[in-house]
């Protein structure tokens, strides 16, 4: 199995981003795939997941209205558009794969992507 994140880099405050998750090795539509960030210092936390039962999607308070996920069965790769970036989004964005159709934390997450970096500047 195999999750490999891209899409980051430099934007400014009041840009946007899409990140993607290209998976391989396990089928999209049986995995809750979430996106987490983890900044200098601080834990990593799950901003948005997409369940694997209904397609629903969560997102944490700090990005809603702001981060919308999306998935392509077909490319088997699942998205995350960031807009109205803030400095505070600056973080290092992992994608991840869970079995369970609403894990509740990080550690229900089985595999992991090697994160991609996204810095919010001017």
């Known amino acids: 199995v195999q999750l490999q994140a891209s899409g980051g880099g430099l934007v400014q405050p009041g840009g946007s981003l899409r990140l993607s998750c290209a998976i391989s090795g396990l089928a999209l539509g049986k995995n809750n795939i979430g996106w987490f960030r983890q900044a200098p210092g601080k834990q990593r936390e799950r901003v948005s997941c997409?369940?694997?039962?209904?397609?629903?999607?969560y997102y944490a308070d700090s990005v809603k209205g702001r981060f919308a996920i999306s998935r392509d069965n077909a490319k088997n790769t699942v998205y995350l558009q960031m807009s109205s970036l803030k400095p505070e989004d600056t973080a290092v964005y992992y994608c991840?794969?869970?079995?369970?159709?609403?894990?509740?934390?990080?550690?229900?997450?089985?595999?992991w992507g090697q994160g991609t970096l996204v810095t919010v500047s001017s």
């Open positions: 991840a794969a869970a079995a369970r159709a609403r894990p509740t934390g990080l550690n229900e997450y089985e595999y």
């Open positions: 997409t369940s694997s039962d209904d397609g629903s999607a």
